[in-house]
């Protein structure tokens, strides 16, 4: 077993690739997860976030490049995975057996088990009224939770969760997330696996977004927002002037009409100021000109869609269309 | 969902301070087929069909010459376990067999526990040891509840007494007793080399079914070798013919060949299948459930 060290990051990704004959899942990922992130791993479905994270926990063996988990190659040894818990997919339990027994063999798997802390973890989830239930009788949110029960059991310092609150009831989600959110503020680091973009905007600090398995962007949300400039939307008497007055402004990009406003982004508030005094000598007047926060989601189309025509990474996208 | 105090270093709990080791998961592979109710399936088999054989024997006369043994049913009891050794071979034990060791592996990466338990503290091999050695348990568990089952249900309907050998000796009730027991255990040469194909076949497949029907064709198969003209010469090579050595002790003097034979015979299909199977296991990608 290649030997961990206390300086390594919780997990680093490097060329990480892997066919399925002639189809790439993933196409050479390189990430790293710092100590204390909530990382949002993104990207629509069959973008290869399953395919990185099963590489990530020594399930499936990397055609090519290398996974470290606090520097060692969970291929190796599973010693590699001490520290280390998670989900990919659905958390899968025996369904003939209650959910008690089900963690209860796992801690032994682990090469623990004491009842107290099964019992803990029962708890900590809200399954302990429904532990002597067998597993097959168990909504899919409390298979989630179940899930989450089982990864706490191993005191993770890394926790790996694919897609978490997929199936679950809006209540079920806001929970999920909020522990999520616990979870981090104890201390773990979580690299959180999804394609729902809201989530990942809510609890994750960073981000690395993939699409059809290359990475297109990583870096924390607040970057990637400032990337994309400052947008803006205006509304005045004559939109038909004034779009063509907006796109002879120098300064100013990305013009369009849209849902009876014209969005426009602009590199510096004084080409703004030009413009709003542009508009009214041309004869335009502003009825409103309000400044557009971006969001994750305009964000990571752009990103996803730009990769579709562009086949080399960026890793440091600037982000001009936004609304 | 307990948001408001979540604990997740569970308080007295100091850490693990042991690995887990192969014993960790035969125990937990012994207490899930405990729970399974295919476990029973096959269990219910071993115990039905000596009780059946009793009962047929009890409303029908079985006639002289129909096959080994046929002649002393109504005289001991003690032959009909091996008159089940006979007939078990056909299709009864390599089903109970395959129902287990078949299901083992396939079943659990089908319904995606596998990769459940792949990510906790076990290397591969603990648990594809642990599994082998619950589907060889199970698999001995069952020959011997037969056998045992048989030994009841014939002493009930004929009684304890002496039984004539293949060669024409008479023994006593209490050696035959003993033959009948270590000619369950030599049984258990073919049956483990079935138990470890059928644990390659679940490596192999990620279907269980499929598992357990190749499991139970590849023993039927070998059948059909040995009745098919021309293709005689195999017999004594074949996995079914293994499955009568324990004849040997049934004569006197005991006759160790065929049982020597059945030994490495056994080990030249079993142990290739195993470290097959292990090599299945060890390097598989887990990418399903």
Known sequence: ?323 | MSTGAVATRVPGVTGRTRRPSVFTVYRWEIFKLVHLRRTYLGLALSVAVPVGFAVAIHFRHVHHGDFAFATFLNRSGLALPLVILLFGAVWMFPLIVALVAGDIIASEDHNGTLKTVLTRSLERWQIFAGKVLAATTYAIVAILLNGSVAVVAGTLQSGFHSLQTLSGTTVSASHALVLVYVSLLIYLVPIVTLVFIGVLLSALFHNSAAAVVGTLMISLVFQLIGVLPGLTGTQPYLLSTQFNAWQGLLRTPIDWAPIVHSVWVCAMYGVPALVTAFLLFIRRDVAGG
């Open chain 1, 1 to 323: 077993m290649s030997g961990g060290t206390a300086s390594a990051p919780p997990l680093q990704v490097r060329g990480l690739v892997k066919r399925y004959g002639h189809l790439a899942a993933v196409a050479g990922v390189d990430l790293t997860i710092e100590s204390g992130d909530v990382y949002g791993y993104l990207g629509p479905n069959g973008a290869g976030k399953t395919t990185s994270l099963r590489m990530m926990l020594g399930l499936i063996r990397p055609t090519a490049g290398t996974v470290r988990v606090f520097g060692r190659d969970p291929w190796e040894s599973v010693r590699a995975l001490d520290g280390v818990a998670g989900f990919v997919e659905a958390p899968t339990f025996y369904p003939y057996l209650n959910g008690r027994r089900n963690l209860e063999l796992l801690a032994a798997f682990d090469g623990g088990g004491s009842g107290e802390q099964v019992e803990r973890a029962l708890e900590t989830v809200e399954l302990a009224d429904r532990a002597r239930d067998k597993v097959k009788g168990y909504s899919h949110g409390m298979r989630q939770r179940l899930g989450i029960a089982a990864a706490l059991l191993r005191q993770p310092k890394l926790l790996l969760l694919d897609e978490p609150t997929t199936g679950l009831d809006p209540g079920g989600m806001r929970d999920m997330r909020v522990l999520v959110r616990r979870l981090a503020e104890e201390g773990i680091t979580i690299v959180l696996s999804s394609h729902l973009l809201a989530e990942v905007e809510e609890v994750c600090n960073r981000v690395g977004i993939v699409q059809s398995g290359k990475l297109v962007y990583e870096g924390e949300i607040a970057a990637l927002k400032r990337s994309a400039g400052a947008s803006y939307t205006v509304q005045t008497t004559d939109d038909e002037r004034a779009v063509q007055i907006c796109r002879a402004q120098r300064g100013i990009a990305d013009v369009r009409r849209q849902d009876g406003r014209i969005w426009f982004s602009a590199e510096e508030e004084q080409a703004v100021a030009t413009l709003s005094q542009a508009l009214v000598e041309g004869g335009a007047l502003i009825r409103s000109l309000q400044p557009q926060t971006a969001r994750l989601e305009d964000l990571f189309f752009s990103l996803t869609e730009a990769s579709e025509h562009d086949e080399q990474p960026v890793a440091e996208p600037t982000v001009g269309a936004t609304r």
